[in-house]
């Protein structure tokens, strides 16, 4: 995936994202050159419209965005048209195969949680959680800097705070398992294993150098799940009934009289709700979560559209079940996904599906080391994206698929991707997007209905 438009970009002007700072020049040029757009960053996007090809703003030009769009078209034309529709192995993306040759690495770290250890660490710019499979590419010297401890195989991520009002600095540890060096490069694939939060020393991050690399103290979190209440107030004999569906309801109001607290402040913290508009989500993308409920309520967290400050908020919570409640209640209203820039609606809650197996968000690598967290959805809304430049398989995070840059239609930030089969035009889905998180907003139903109150209380006070 060579030309994610603005990875170039970010890595070298907002030292966003450490793992790839240091990355060699003649890479990041290589990485523009295939891009051959100008990159599109925030704080310079004005000079950058101003030097972004005329063809997007001229819409008489044969090469506009629309044009772009047939040429994609055309570009899939190439592949065969008969013989009957063959389903995308949703096991390749899973593989990050365009990484090139890999070899495993051996050996597992655990620790301890509420417990203080010194890690190397680099930093990241946005949210990981537990479960989760992250792609990698560093320079070999950054590597070793981050390896150099006795394991060699685990390291820290830190997340870049969003916000002023974040008071602490959390990460988390990646257990690497497969890696292969390339021309200077180091290319790895890691687990991520384990929350942790920064300690402070004097009001600050405790974060030293040595050996060529940083290191932070963090404190391990625990992961906490809460048993069913009425089970600690039942007796051996009723168990049996207890588990039976029917008497279940009518067993915790006899349960209940028996202890501190009545029924409904029980169910007001029981999650059977929340597992059921779960269970509905999983139905509604056809896949399947981890059964594990640590792993799920992070799966959750990664795989259930929430704004950062959510996302956070779980992040943050020692609690599986105070997890599942948050993500629950954003699973009440739809959303939409705006493009963060200028909030133009590009995608929306319905068309979320899974391309790669069993998610429907997840971490890829560019060449050039940015890591893109990318939703995929079957479609955006009409008009709310343009394709532009040529679409390219090199680098192709979805093997069989050509990839071509989306970016907002109003104002020309990236976006994502469009994703086209080729060589096999029967390959199903024949079109999807990857939207790139870092690019969106999610709004959901609930914030709009505020927003449009506000609006009117707003108008009407004038
Ligand atoms: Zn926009």
């Avoid at 009440?332 to 995608?347: G, Q, V």
């Amino acid at each position: 995936m060579e030309n994610q438009d603005d990875a170039p970009n970010q890595e070298e002007n907002s030292e966003s994202s450490a793992n790839n700072q240091n990355l060699p020049i003649s890479l990041v040029r290589r990485a523009r050159r295939l891009v051959s757009q100008p990159t599109l960053q925030e704080n310079n996007l004005d000079n950058e419209i101003n030097n972004y090809p005329q063809h997007l703003n001229d819409e008489n030009d044969d090469d506009d965005g629309e044009s772009s769009d047939r040429l994609f078209e055309e570009y899939i034309q190439e592949g065969s048209q008969s013989g009957q529709s063959q389903l995308f192995d949703s096991e390749l993306p899973t593989q990050h195969s365009y990484l090139g040759s890999t070899e495993n690495v051996r050996g597992f770290s655990y620790f301890e949680p509420y417990k203080t250890y010194e890690i190397p660490f680099c930093e990241h710019h946005s949210l990981l959680f537990p479960g989760e499979i992250l792609p990698m590419i560093m320079l070999a010297d950054r590597f070793f800097s981050l390896s150099n401890n006795e394991e060699g195989v685990v390291f820290g991520l830190v997340f870049q705070r969003e916000n002023e009002d974040e008071k602490q600095t959390y990460g988390v540890t990646c257990q690497i398992f497969e890696k292969g060096l390339e021309s200077g490069l180091v290319k790895i694939k890691c687990k991520v294993q384990q929350r942790f939060v920064v300690v402070k020393t004097n009001n600050e991050d405790s974060i030293t150098m040595r050996n060529h690399g940083y290191y932070a103290k963090v404190k391990i979190l625990p992961e906490i799940v809460l048993q069913d209440p009425y089970l600690l107030a039942i007796s051996n004999s009723y168990l049996k009934h207890y588990q039976n569906t029917n008497n279940k309801i009518h067993l915790q109001k006899f349960l209940a009289a028996s202890t501190r607290w009545p029924k409904f402040v029980y169910d007001e913290y029981s999650i059977a709700t929340v597992t059921d508009k779960i269970e509905r989500y999983l139905a509604m993308l056809n896949i399947e979560a981890p059964t594990d409920p640590i792993l799920k309520s992070f799966w959750l967290a990664r795989n259930v559209p929430l704004n950062h400050t959510d996302r956070l908020k779980v992040f943050q919570s020692n609690c599986v079940n105070k997890r599942l409640m948050l993500i629950g209640d954003s699973l009440n209203y739809m959303c939409y996904f705006l493009c963060k820039r200028c909030k133009n609606k590009i995608s929306i809650y319905n068309d979320i599906f899974a391309v790669s197996k069993g998610a429907v968000n997840v971490n890829y690598c560019n060449p050039a080391g940015y890591i893109h967290e990318t939703l995929t959805v079957m479609k955006t809304f009409e008009s709310a994206v343009k394709l532009v430049d040529k679409p390219s398989t090199e680098f192709s995070w979805f093997p069989g698929y050509a990839w071509q840059i989306a970016i907002c239609s109003k104002c020309y930030t990236h976006v994502g991707w469009k994703f086209a089969a080729v060589n096999n035009r029967n390959l199903k889905p024949r079109t999807f997007f990857g939207l790139s998180c870092k690019s969106l907003l999610v709004q959901s139903q609930q914030d709009s209905v505020n927003q449009n109150d506000q609006e009117v209380i707003d108008s009407d006070m004038e």
